[in-house]
């Protein structure tokens, strides 16, 4: 096992914990539970998302530089492959995945100060748009990458 | 710790700065670096491939989040009076458009 596939296996981790950790605070200020909450979905709903905020930064941060420090074997490796197969739609879907990674990390400062942010100060809903943009960006690109690395193979 | 409301305007113009540089940068390829995969070099500002594709997406990261941060950092330091009707919502609608901007530029992938 070469150092790029443990990196890939570490990116894969920490993607996940943070698809788990974005999907908990969007669907606690999208779908708020009643209180007390019941069952798992409604306790899956109930977390205190400004809990999250730090974590989910942190792990956004990492995830981004593994990726990145990846990409470039994916550049060579994986590409160069899905380009020969003619998978276009899949080969446009990771460009759209590079993209929105970027845009997300430029949105970090502001998703954390309107989490600081008490909710009587009337900007929840600043606050509400940039998590569910968030959580769409790490959402696809979790899939994406999913995708693109089952496309190529494991050790391949 | 609550933040000062000077990091509000920080992190609004960042948001709007960095989503409009990087989305000129990758139209217009002003990379502030090219990495070279092949031979694990990087070159400074827009180079043409060498032995292997050429990378600019970590030197259009580069020159968008340099950007964003000078614009941010003096946007700061302007006066209350003239930063107190900045929306909010710039943040997530910039980030927003811009996305959208990258799927029509990418369309072509989706309709071969």
């Known amino acids: ?156 | 710790m609550t933040p000062p409301r000077s990091f509000s305007v920080f992190a609004i113009v960042f948001a709007i700065v960095y989503a409009v540089v990087y989305v000129v940068a990758v139209e217009k390829n002003y990379a502030l670096v090219t990495y070279h995969p092949a031979i694990g070099e990087f070159g400074a500002g827009v180079q043409p491939p060498r032995d292997g594709p050429a990378m600019y997406w970590y030197g259009w990261l580069a020159t968008s989040g340099i950007a964003a941060l000078i614009a941010g950092l003096l946007a700061s330091l302007l006066p209350d009076s003239v930063t107190r009707r900045l929306w909010s919502g710039w943040t997530w609608a910039t980030a927003v458009a811009v996305m959208l901007v990258f799927c029509y530029l990418l369309r072509n992938f989706f309709l071969r």
């Open chain 1, 1 to 156: 096992m070469n150092t790029t596939t443990v990196l890939l296996i570490v990116h894969g981790l920490l993607a996940v914990a943070l698809l788990g950790a974005i999907t908990h605070q969007a669907a606690s200020v999208w779908l708020p539970a009643p209180r007390p909450a019941g069952g798992f979905v409604g306790r899956f709903r109930a977390v205190p998302g400004a809990a999250y905020v730090n974590a989910i930064i942190v792990l956004y941060l990492l995830t981004a530089v593994l990726g990145g420090i990846i990409y470039a074997e994916y550049r060579i490796e994986v590409r160069t492959v899905v380009e020969q197969l003619g998978l276009w739609a899949q080969n446009g879907s990771f460009e759209l995945k590079e993209h929105f990674a970027a845009i997300g990390l430029g949105v970090l400062p502001a998703y954390w100060y309107y989490w600081r942010q008490p909710p009587s100060q009337g900007s929840t809903r600043t606050r509400d748009l940039l998590t569910a943009m968030l959580a769409f960006i790490v959402w696809w690109n979790f899939l994406v990458g999913h995708i693109l690395n089952n496309i190529r193979g494991f050790g391949s």
